[in-house]
Every structure is written in C-alpha cells, then in structure tokens.
C-alpha cells in the first residue's frame, strides 16, 4: 500500500514558478513508476510527467515539456513538480499517482487526493 500527499498548490501569476511535491508512505514507495496528472474544469484527466522507479527516464506531455520538470527522491519517498513559465491553461487540479507506467490512468493504482494550481493572466 501507498498513500500519496500533494503539497504545493496556490495562486500564481502567468510566467510565474510553482513546486508541488508529493510524499508518499509505505516501504515500496521506490518500486513504482511515478506521475503527475491534471484534471480541469470539464475536462478529461491527462498525464503530463512520469518517472520511472530510478527516476533515470522520465516522459513529458507536450503541452508542458520544456517547461516542467519532475524528479523523485526515493529516500525522502516524494516525488517534485517544477513548473515554470506557467500559463492560464496550467490551471487544473494536479494529482500525483504511482503504479506501473505510462500514459493511462488506469495503470496507477494508487492517487493523492489533488492539489489546485490556479494562474492568473
């Protein structure tokens, strides 16, 4: 079992910087693949990063590659979203979730419970 916590989230301004960070308990926490998804208002919920369990590759949505970057610590068990030169479209609510990989929610067993990243224009 692994509980996941987003922290982070708020209010910022478009070009502006946001790190969400995401701990996570249970000692198998370094055995899973790791993501981020988002989800806004009345839309379908998309992955935008992933990590691998060594965080030695790690995969980006295009809508934000080159602009956010993910990360994981497995010693501190918590995985890091660096998002920067944010923009009015970023705002959704962001989720961290661990499982086995890849694009599709369903391959994620376990989820936090989300995080609101709101950016002003």
């Known amino acids: 079992q692994v509980q996941l916590v987003e922290s982070g989230g708020g209010l910022v301004q478009a070009g502006g910087s946001l790190r969400l960070s995401c701990a996570a308990s249970?000692?198998?926490?370094?055995?899973?693949?790791m993501a981020w998804f988002r989800q806004a208002p009345g839309k379908e919920r998309e992955m935008i990063t992933a990590i691998s369990w060594s965080g030695g590759s790690t995969s980006y949505a295009d809508s934000v590659k080159g602009r956010f970057t993910i990360s994981r610590d497995n010693a501190k068990k918590t995985v890091y979203l660096q998002m920067n030169s944010l923009k009015s479209e970023d705002t959704a609510v962001y989720y961290c979730?661990?499982?086995?990989?890849?694009?599709?929610?369903?391959?994620?067993?376990?989820w936090g419970q989300g995080t609101q990243v709101t950016v002003s224009s």
């Open positions: 979730a661990a499982g086995r990989g890849g694009t599709v929610p369903g391959k994620y067993d376990y």
């Open positions: 249970g000692r198998t926490f370094s055995s899973y693949a």
